[in-house]
């Protein structure tokens, strides 16, 4: 099942599946190449958006 999350930096969208979300904490965006961190929560909240419990 893949996930969309969007860069806060520039807004492109990252899409990878759901297990690469919760293995990752930090990786960086292919766009613009910022560091993002992504948290227990920011988890949470991404997998609860596509209707998934983390
Ligand atoms: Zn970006």
Redesign the pocket.
């Known amino acids: 099942m893949s996930l969309r999350y969007e860069?806060p930096?520039?807004?492109?969208p990252?899409i990878r599946n759901g297990s690469w979300f919760k293995a990752v904490s930090t990786f960086h965006?292919?766009?613009?190449?910022?560091k993002?961190r992504l948290g227990y929560s920011a988890k949470l909240a991404l997998f609860e958006r596509h209707g998934k419990a983390a």
């Open positions: 860069c930096n520039c807004r492109r990252i965006c292919d766009a613009c190449k910022a993002l």
